[in-house]
């Protein structure tokens, strides 16, 4: 499967006159919880030839393909990426820290490193997350039986939010063993029985209930919402300058 992804990307510099600058696993099997049948999440980041931008209009920022049953291929153009960066998007935060990566421009990472702190809302971060629970504990997680799925995506960024408020100025790690050190340790043998079934189950497959974890997550949702608006923002210098150099030094090949 990898091959494949890492011919598909070839196709696609080739088809759009692209540079993939970096490509790497954004779904469950980057934040440790896949099932068997769980399809491939590859997000990237890609530049076009410099001519491309000194047009009085933009072209398209993004490039999204129909999802077959193994790949789910999406990406968005630098200066887009870089943009939303500088908003605090939460998505490129766990991008640029995958531990699967398909592609990567060298250097690319370790320039952006250092930018990151200046980038990081957690006010951003903090809705983004809630965002996701919101879903689970309003809309689906509140039957009899649960798609193992929707719980584990709640429980993520339960654990998301929760990190946000005890360390505002720290990213969340992507990867759900990391965030896990923040579950209460009487709900670990649940998540661990729970993990054992989605490690052999497919995406459609129900489990009951377990109303002690989903009343962590209601908790966690009715916390996070509290402290939304109450969360410090760190005072940092505004990073639009090295972004800018960033943009410009990878719209051609590094030498």
Not at 186 to 210: I, S
Request: glycine residues 6%; proline residues 8%.
């Amino acid at each position: 499967m990898h091959a494949r992804i890492r011919t598909a990307l070839t196709q696609l510099e080739d088809q759009h006159n692209i540079r993939i600058l970096y490509a790497c696993e954004s779904g469950s099997r980057a934040w440790g919880f896949p099932s068997p049948d769980s399809d491939y999440d590859v997000r990237f980041i890609y530049s076009h030839p410099a001519d491309w931008y000194l047009t009085l209009d933009d072209g398209p920022d993004t490039l999204n393909f129909p999802v077959d049953a193994e790949l789910d291929l999406a990406g968005w153009e630098l200066r887009k990426a870089l943009k939303l960066l500088r908003g605090s998007n939460a998505a490129l935060f766990e991008w640029l820290q995958s531990p699967v990566v398909y592609r990567e421009a060298a250097g690319l990472r370790a320039a952006l490193g250092p930018l990151l702190p200046a980038c990081w809302n957690p006010r951003a971060g903090l809705h983004h997350y809630l965002g996701q629970l919101r879903r689970g504990v309003v809309e689906d997680l509140t039957g009899e039986q649960v798609r193992l799925k929707r719980l584990f995506y709640a429980l993520r960024s339960a654990l998301a939010a929760s990190w946000i408020q005890r360390h505002p100025d720290q990213v969340p790690p992507m990867e759900f063993a990391m965030l896990r050190e923040l579950l209460p340790a009487a709900l670990d043998g649940v998540v661990d029985e729970l993990l054992t079934q989605k490690a052999t189950a497919d995406e459609q497959t129900t489990a009951p209930r377990p109303g002690a974890l989903v009343a962590f997550l209601q908790q966690e949702y009715t916390t996070s919402q509290a402290a939304r608006a109450t969360l410090p923002v760190p005072h940092q210098p505004n990073p639009a300058s090295a972004l800018d150099a960033v943009f410009r030094a990878w719209l051609q090949p590094q030498p």
